[in-house]
């Protein structure tokens, strides 16, 4: 069974350095690229970039580029998602998120609350 | 950037009832590259149907999903409680990947 296990629960001081992780687990891990989504309370998903694990290619939302790094262990089948400098308005539930062959986002993580805060 | 406007907003209905959500696309989209996503009250989103009218695994018959260049329609033929929720719509033609803002479907 397809598995997804995101890290726990963040909550930073803004400038603070953020790395959140997902693990994957009930298939080959290196072959199907693994997205990032994130999710303001309330509000809707945002597609922020992803990653190819096999090879490490990542492709980045225009909205999110320089702002995060998408990096990948394949050695252990997680990827992770990294801010330098975090801002309040990075508080957000952020997804991992399976892309089929297709590129339809077939299984989720069930999601890592990032709070940053002063 | 592909941009997706779905409707309407929200949306009353009651169990037994048919549901019809929209959304458009403000370019053509190719129909082998729609989804439609289903996100219960606290938990994550997960997949209903891809390439526009495939169901994902399990997800019951129910949920169908119709639609062509800028225009695609999930229909939930008859609600169930557990269809009261917030779905989206997501092209995956073209990087960035882009999702609609969402409908609330709430019980009347």
């Known amino acids: 069974e397809v598995h997804l296990l995101q890290s726990g629960i963040e909550m930073k001081k803004p400038g603070e350095s953020l790395k959140i992780s997902c693990k994957g687990s009930?298939?080959?891990?290196?072959?199907?690229?693994i997205a990032w989504v994130r999710q303001k309370s309330g509000k809707g998903l945002e597609w922020m970039g992803m990653i190819y694990p096999g090879d490490s290619e990542t492709r980045y939302s225009p909205s999110f580029q320089g702002l995060v790094t998408v990096s990948a262990d394949k050695s252990i089948s997680t990827v992770s998602l990294q801010w330098n400098s975090p801002k309040a308005s990075d508080t957000a539930m952020y997804y991992c998120?399976?892309?089929?062959?297709?590129?339809?986002?077939?299984?989720w993580g069930q999601g890592t609350l990032v709070t940053v805060s002063s | 950037e592909i941009l997706l406007t779905q409707s309407p907003g929200a949306l009353s209905l009651s169990p037994g009832e048919r549901a019809t959500l929209s959304c458009r696309a403000s370019?053509?989209?190719?129909?082998?590259?729609f989804a439609w996503y289903q996100q219960r009250p606290g938990q994550a989103p997960r997949l209903l149907i891809y390439s526009t009218s495939n169901r994902a695994t399990d997800i019951p018959d129910r949920f169908s999903g119709s639609g062509s260049g800028t225009d695609f329609t999930l229909t939930i033929s008859r609600l169930e409680p557990e269809d009261f929720a917030v779905y989206y719509c997501?092209?995956?033609?073209?990087?960035?990947?882009?999702f609609g803002q969402g409908t609330n479907l709430e019980i009347k």
């Open positions: 997501q092209q995956y033609v073209s990087s960035p990947y882009t």
């Open positions: 998120v399976r892309l089929a062959g297709d590129a339809f986002f077939d299984y």
């Open positions: 370019q053509s989209v190719s129909s082998a590259y």
């Open positions: 009930g298939y080959r891990f290196s072959n199907y690229w």
